[in-house]
């Protein structure tokens, strides 16, 4: 379902879909946050996988934990759209088609943006676990992720994020 919602008159904008709470409706942002007019920016979960289906999964559970999230099927699309000046942290596979998470961390790093990195993967191994958190990464979490580890993981990066 797609829905278009009016913010203060001033701007509007599509979002995945809407959570029902008691007496408001609270508009989950999955994936589109151009053209909002805030006065501090909400921090944003970027969420880079090339499985459809896990990132539908990661976006729903962090809409649900009241996290906005953005989404990237591949590396080049996520760095092709990145902003390093919205805060927030980056949920980035391992295992991605073109570019690998790794070679993502290296290309922030080197462009001088100190984005909070949480690697998730199913095809983890200890050298690249090791690699991806000497280099900065907050944590490396093995898919099926458990939802309070995650939770917890991205709630550190986003306060290290805010610190920096």
């Known amino acids: 379902m797609k829905v278009t919602v009016r913010l203060q008159g001033r701007a509007s904008q599509e979002c995945g879909h809407v959570v029902k709470r008691a007496k408001y409706i609270?508009?989950?942002?999955?994936?589109?946050?151009?053209?909002?007019?805030?006065?501090?920016?909400?921090?944003?979960?970027?969420?880079?996988?090339?499985?459809?289906?896990?990132?539908?999964?990661?976006?729903?559970?962090?809409?649900?934990?009241?996290?906005?999230?953005?989404?990237?099927?591949?590396?080049?699309?996520?760095?092709?759209?990145?902003?390093?000046?919205?805060?927030?942290?980056?949920?980035?596979?391992?295992?991605?088609?073109?570019?690998?998470?790794?070679?993502?961390?290296?290309?922030?790093?080197?462009?001088?943006?100190?984005?909070?990195?949480?690697f998730i993967t199913g095809q983890g191994d200890m050298p690249s676990s090791v690699r991806a958190l000497k280099r900065g990464a907050v944590d490396f979490i093995s898919k099926p992720a458990d939802e309070p580890e995650l939770v917890a993981a991205i709630r550190a990066a986003i306060a290290l994020d805010r610190a920096t």
């Open 26 to 118: 609270e508009i989950c942002i999955v994936g589109c946050i151009a053209g909002v007019f805030v006065s501090r920016t909400p921090p944003t979960v970027f969420i880079v996988d090339d499985d459809a289906d896990v990132r539908r999964a990661l976006a729903r559970l962090l809409c649900a934990a009241r996290y906005v999230t953005r989404c990237f099927g591949s590396a080049a699309e996520f760095l092709a759209h990145h902003d390093p000046t919205v805060p927030g942290c980056l949920l980035l596979d391992l295992a991605l088609p073109g570019l690998s998470g790794l070679q993502v961390q290296d290309a922030l790093r080197e462009s001088g943006c100190e984005r909070a990195i949480i």
